[in-house]
């Protein structure tokens, strides 16, 4: 744990897993947007990340003055263990972890989160890190749960797999102690250890708890773990056969949707950016009445100001902003232009954004340009001023298998570009209009496409960029959508009035 900034207790703490400061992106900039947007309040950052070597050195953003508080903790970075110390543990407090994984488990929407584990007490004193690591009763509770559910595997992979999945929670709990006097409210971008952190905190001291997810971080994480490339967080080599591979693939998901419950079970509000994550979260368990929809925004005047430097012809140009990862399945973007790139051979394709993050993958992506000899239409252009990207560009895209609400596309259609997305997140909310009124009305802000469908992708690029009435028409769908529905001031102001409701409510209890 390593404290970067003290200045003051700041009213709204957040705690941020793997974004702000250090990850470019549209959650960190989301915050920063939130931060800058907000100076009446002060605010302090939790940073949670894997592992210190897996991040920039400085933080990506510059600090504005009500950022007043910053502490950092790295969860997967090998420190110093409690030392070994022979104890046998009480069978009570392992019973207690049971009934705690049998909630974990339960679909009973009406079983309510177990007393005896809401508050620190029983994480730093009933079922502390020595009891867990060394203690007899340890040995016995991890040895019978093998047996029991995954006895074909092999015990000490089992073993050590356990350890790992459960290793964060006191570090997060001793992060929960370290900050319960800090923050007013807490804010969390996500469920995952940055739910379970502010639930904890919430629990114990009865400060107000607000959830935002940008994307469901649930069913995220199970894409991660199904996905080739993922090894959790690049950092545990746990995976051995087949069978093994499943059954701690599922551990890891029971584990995510557990803490995920354990979010749900104390957030209020329970916020999220469109429609379809909002009937999500409740399928995973948030209580319907505790759930509200509200929107990104994006800063149109300064956007809107990229319109005059527009060439009068539409570039054929193609724009990716996102980072080289797996996620965002730039290889799918790569065959798809070397499709379109058969009818327009002058096509550009810009990548925007770092690939360091997955540098195998960024390395595969380099390797299929080769192949697919596109080296001349794809360029990597790393990490950009949009500002200067997008009045360049004649279409955006997005070929992910995941998102939430791409931050991007807005700042696109402020822009006045089109844009061609799979269909993930609220891509198709806002390229063909959401349910706010009179948004489908406006018609088309370009085309959504399915996942890893190469030709369909490359029909959207040609279509737009070679028939200029469609373009316009979808240029000014997109540039009415984003003023009417998604400015940066309704976003601030819907906050704002979550915040002030929060703090007047506190007023009155005092």
Known sequence: MNVLLDTAKP?????CEGTYPYVRGGVSSWIAQLITGMPQYSFGIAF????RVDYSDKPLFEFPKNLVFMVEIFMFDEEEKPPVKSKDGEIKNFATLERLHSWFKSDEKDMPFPKEVQGLDFYLNSMDETTFLYSRESWYYINNQNEANCSEISFLDYFWSVRSIHIPIWKMAKLAKFLLDKGTIIHSPSTGYSGFLSALISYDTGKPFILTEHGIYTKERKIDLISSSFNLYKKLDLFRESAEDNYIQSMWVKFFEGIGKMTYS???PILSLFSVAKETQIA???ERELCTVIPNGVDIKR????LQYRPKDIPKVITLIGRVVSIKDIKTFIRAIRVTANEIPDVEAWIVGPDDEELEYAGECRDLIEILDVKDNIKFLGFQDISKILPQSGLQTLTSISEGMPLVILEGFASGVPCVSTDVGSCQELIYGG???GDRELGKAGVICQIANV?????AYIELLTNEDKWYEAQRVALERVNRFYTQEIFLDNYKKVYEDIFEELERVE
């Not at 009213?11 to 705690?15: A, N, S, T």
């Not at 956007?303 to 990229?306: D, V």
């Not at 030709?455 to 029909?459: D, H, N």
């Open 455 to 459: 030709e369909q992708l490359s029909k």
């Open 303 to 306: 956007l809107g100001a990229t």
């Open 11 to 15: 009213d709204i703490l957040i705690p």
């Open 48 to 51: 949670i990340g894997s592992r």
């Open 284 to 286: 995973y368990g948030a």
């Open 266 to 268: 104390r957030a209020n």
């Open 435 to 437: 349910e706010q009124e």
